[in-house]
Nanobody, 116 residues
Framework: QVQLVESGGGLVQPGGSLRLSCAVS????????MGWYRQAPGKERELVAD???????NYADSVKGRFTISRDIAKNTVFLQMNSLKPEDTGVYYC??????????WGQGTQVTVSS
């Protein structure tokens, strides 16, 4: 079974930075598309950023220029560098991997709170 574990969340003031990590373990022997999603209270889960098998990133308009998704293939870990954080970035951030059609795995989520 594939497992994803997010870490790096926490409380940060507006304008601050956080770096999230998603470590993948289990029966993963190649590179798959991965992404970061977030869910704020009262809102639906939304895509924040994803990265293709070739390493090409995509971002939600709300985070372009502030967030960067990257991957360490050797460590099977994907990162989300979040800069210039805003209160509206607050939410639970989830990592996702898609290994086959209709086969995906999610992490447990890590809380990000941006507040003064």
């Amino acid at each position: 079974q594939v497992q994803l574990v997010e870490s790096g969340g926490g409380l940060v003031q507006p304008g601050g930075s956080l770096r999230l990590s998603c470590a993948v373990s289990g029966s993963i022997f190649t590179i798959y598309p991965m992404g970061w999603y977030r869910q704020a209270p009262g809102k639906e889960r939304e895509l924040v950023a994803d990265i293709t098998t070739g390493g090409n990133p995509n971002y939600a308009d709300s985070v372009k220029g502030r967030f960067t998704i990257s991957r360490d293939i050797a460590k099977n870990t994907v990162f989300l560098q979040m800069n210039s954080l805003k209160p509206e970035d607050t939410g639970v951030y989830y990592c996702r991997i898609v290994v086959h059609v209709h086969v995906e795995f999610w992490g447990q989520g890590t809380q990000v709170t941006v507040s003064s």
